[in-house]
């Protein structure tokens, strides 16, 4: 059951990660991690391939199911039930209605081919919320003119470019209004000029006050856009803090090599 927002509270926290633990076969991926996203905040996750950091971003809508710890939406702890690879989600109606207030945007832009791209925005909104074609139409249309893309609605996903596409998988995830928003590396599978699209995309939902998590490649973009940046190795919380703290007064030398290695790249 959801928490109670305490009266004035600024900082309500949106995501609540507490000792995740995951594993695939005999491969510990996450080792214990307990992060917390509060409402407005942009918390950018960082690391080397391997790190955990797509995993744990999966963990948050239960792509992934943790093998141990608790995750919470807006105060709402997601039900699971059993213990290490036996356990599963244990609320299926609370799952969907969560999933249905997180915006997922994935390296692969997931649009369907057969659907205009005001089709593909309109989709969730009109199966999964059930709300009225002609609000979601309007809203949709706003959202494609927000990430600049208003001209391309009838369009097919295959007639734009991939930074056009990644832009409409944003204006997707941003029609269902959601309570957070989540990013798993949207600019991995974009030329560098494309790139820039997307990111000046993003950095305006970061203005506008959007709760994010993000996992990026992108040091100089994660020292823009974040409130909180975390560093993962090997499984754990390496190093947490401000942008200026982690990347202007490092104290890992793990993360020193990390970011020499990534300004070579």
Not at 41 to 50: A, M
Not at 96 to 124: C, D, K, P, Y
Request: a negative charge; one cysteine or more.
């Amino acid at each position: 059951m959801a928490q109670s927002k305490p009266a004035g509270a600024e900082k309500w926290p949106v995501v609540a990660i507490h000792d995740l633990h995951k594993s695939f076969g005999d491969l510990e991926v996450l080792k214990g991690i307990s992060f917390t996203a509060r409402e407005g905040e942009v918390v950018s996750l960082i690391g080397s391939s391997g790190s955990g950091k797509s995993t744990l971003l999966r963990c948050i809508n239960m792509l992934e199911v943790p093998d141990q710890g608790s995750v919470a939406i807006d105060g709402e702890e997601i039900e699971l039930r059993g213990s290490g690879k036996r356990r599963h989600i244990g609320n299926e109606d609370q799952i969907r209605r969560i999933r249905s207030e997180l915006g997922m945007v994935f390296q692969s832009f997931n649009l369907w081919a057969h659907m205009t791209i005001l089709e593909n925005v309109m989709e969730a909104p009109l199966i999964v919320q059930r709300r009225a074609r002609a609000e979601v139409e309007a809203e949709a249309l706003a959202m494609l003119d927000k990430v600049g893309i208003g001209a391309k609605a009838s369009n097919y996903p295959s007639q734009l470019s991939g930074g056009q596409q990644q832009r409409a998988a944003i204006a997707r995830a941003l029609c269902i209004n959601p309570r957070v928003m989540l990013f798993d590396e949207p600019t991995s599978a974009l030329d560098p000029e494309l790139e820039v699209e997307v990111l000046r995309v993003i950095k305006l939902l970061a203005d506008e006050g959007r709760t994010m998590v993000l996992v990026t490649h992108d040091m100089e973009f994660a020292r823009s856009v974040s409130d909180r940046v975390i560093f993962l190795h090997q499984g754990l919380i390496e190093e947490e803090g401000t942008p200026d703290q982690v990347f202007g007064a490092t104290k890992s030398a793990r993360l020193r090599q990390f970011l020499n290695a990534a300004s070579h790249a």
